[in-house]
């Protein structure tokens, strides 16, 4: 029982694993620390231009998500195509906790942190209620079922209203009926979404976050939960099998995935003055998909550097705006050929000058 | 009586997911792959629908013809170039692949076209037929729908059921190595699947933009998904399925859209499916197929 012994390994063989793993993981924390340090550094001599300076936020908000969807895709082989409902649901809850909280906690980075943690909490609840139905399903359903559950989310909160007065908080669906006191405030309101948001995201907040993220997915990943979602993701039935419970697992990836991804939605959306459901689509999910991809399924490092490669991209290739999403469509395809097809493998293979030397087996 | 016209209009709507689901459900019967590209074939061939009449002044048959011919190459094309490399690779691969085509097609239309909406001419004279003084009144477009749909229904059964190529479909399906020692091609018999499901997105595409008339490159992406949640929601794979998950899912649809909100439409249509697959996981008429190790 060869995948039994690679899910229970015992500590000598664990430490030898790790040794190859610890090594790329390292590389990761040293990149973003680094990067962090660089860019703070640029930012407070003012050597930042400003629209690089704008897009640091998203850039580690963007990541964050990219990284925890890579633990769903990549870690444990299922395609969620409704990932940007988590960083919605994320979103809405954070942006309105901290709207709630506003003349509670005067203290900025503390209300920031408060309302990630509840947006994480909230996308952590979404994703285990949406999980159990989806994770009952596999392969193409599973995608498909997500995909619905995205377009659910977009629509619950397009069609959503919450407000609050003196006499606490008011909720309704389709039509705004909250009828508010005077002096009550509308936080979400339907197809507008919320406005008039204070922007407390900063980007050491964002730093801190996306280290967060890549300690809990790092850990997440060696241990022994990480060594079962791959041994699912490789061979379910032989998974099955050894009498693992492949909900559970895939359960307990998805959530903390979810909840990741909440923590992000929040980021994101405390660094705008307003935001609305429509930003959060497919498109978006697919967006997400994309730096995944593009990374490499599994590559923490490679979601990230996607992630910010193509945050700053159509920035700077501004002239070429119209052709983004078309570039990023080939890019999508010609990823999945090269590294899916042999003939093709071999060709690229072939024309790289910089490839390793082939070991003679 | 009204809701005897929502009934109609429902099933007018569910014949053209039937006719997209159509596309779906034989690809991924043969090819293993959901095809997420065929939503924006739809929206290719309504363009090339609406060139040919309102720009060129064509005859709106020769418009729809062109339309099949153009969609068929096309699904030929994208077949060939971006599926025919990943046969052999994991499911995973192809769907991502499928969805970059999908961005490609999108994106290319809005690039040729731009992102105003047209506003497309109806392929037939805009009227209704008047039932009950008037309270019940069933439009042109919407028996055109409907009778097209059940004609291309017939059809494909006949052509699937009795024919030798359609055979041959069956055969790949089932086991494609065995079907190719028997002799069958298997490469083209797929390519003749894609370009059989791609010419009927075609006139899914002008159908669908005669009864709703605004097209945008975008058009096609959402009743192409939910083309292919009704292809689930019957069973994928199988055409009756296919054909009786679309009726119910366009009645639903409506009724939704009437009795409760027509923003929250959407979400009926995708909890339903999602009600459905936790019920039957193979939909109302799939079967279980047990999986070997």
Known sequence: MAIKKFINLNLKQRLSLKRTEAKKIFMTYLFVIVSFAILQGMSITGTLSSTMEGMLIPICAYSVMAVSLNLVVGISGELSLGHAGFMSVGAFTGTATAILLQNLIPLAPLRLAIAMMTGAFFAGVAGFLIGIPVLRLKGDYLAIVTLAFGEIIKSIFNNFYLGVDDYGLHASMLTDTTNLASGGRMIIQGPIGISRIAKISTFTAGFILLMIALIIVFNLVNSRFGRVFMAIRDDRIAAESIGLNITRFKMIAFVTSAAIAGAAGCLFAMNYSTIFANKFDFNTSILILVFVVLGGQGNMLGSIIAAAALTILPEKLREFADYRMLLYALILIMTMLISNNDGIKYFFQKINPFRKKQEAE | ?293
């Open chain 2, 1 to 293: 009586m009204t809701f005897l016209n929502f009934f109609i209009n429902g099933i007018s709507l569910g014949s053209i997911y039937a006719i997209i689901a159509l596309g779906y459900t034989m690809v991924y019967g043969i090819a293993k792959m959901l095809n997420f590209a065929h939503g924006d074939v739809i929206m290719i061939g309504a363009y090339v629908c609406f060139y040919a009449i309102s720009r060129y002044k064509l005859p709106a048959f020769v418009g729809v013809i062109g339309a099949v011919l153009i969609c068929t190459i096309l699904g030929i094309i994208v077949e060939r170039l971006a599926y025919k490399p990943l046969r052999q690779a994991p499911s995973l691969a192809v769907l991502i692949t499928a969805i970059g085509v999908s961005y490609l097609l999108q994106n290319s239309a809005l690039l040729m076209w731009s992102s105003n909406p047209k506003f497309f001419k109806p392929i037939i004279a805009r009227g209704a037929f008047k039932f009950f003084d008037g309270q019940l009144s069933i439009s042109h477009i919407t028996i055109l729908t409907i009778a097209t749909c059940v004609l291309i229904m017939i059809a494909l059964s006949v052509f699937i059921n009795r024919s030798r190529l359609g055979k041959a479909m069956r055969a790949c399906s089932e086991d494609k190595g065995a079907a190719q020692l028997m002799g069958i091609n298997v490469n083209a018999t797929i390519s003749l699947t894609f370009a059989i499901g791609s010419g009927l997105a075609a006139i899914a595409g002008a159908l669908l933009c005669s009864a709703y008339p605004t097209l945008t490159p975008t058009t096609g992406s959402l009743p192409g998904i939910k083309a292919f949640t009704a292809a689930v929601f019957g069973g994928i794979g199988s055409i009756p399925g296919a054909f009786l998950g679309c009726l119910m899912l366009g009645v639903i649809e409506i009724f939704a859209k009437s009795y409760i909100s027509s923003q929250l439409s959407d979400a009926v249509v995708f909890a339903v499916l999602i009600i459905v697959l936790l019920v039957k996981p193979a939909g109302l008429l799939g079967r279980m197929t047990q999986e070997k190790v």
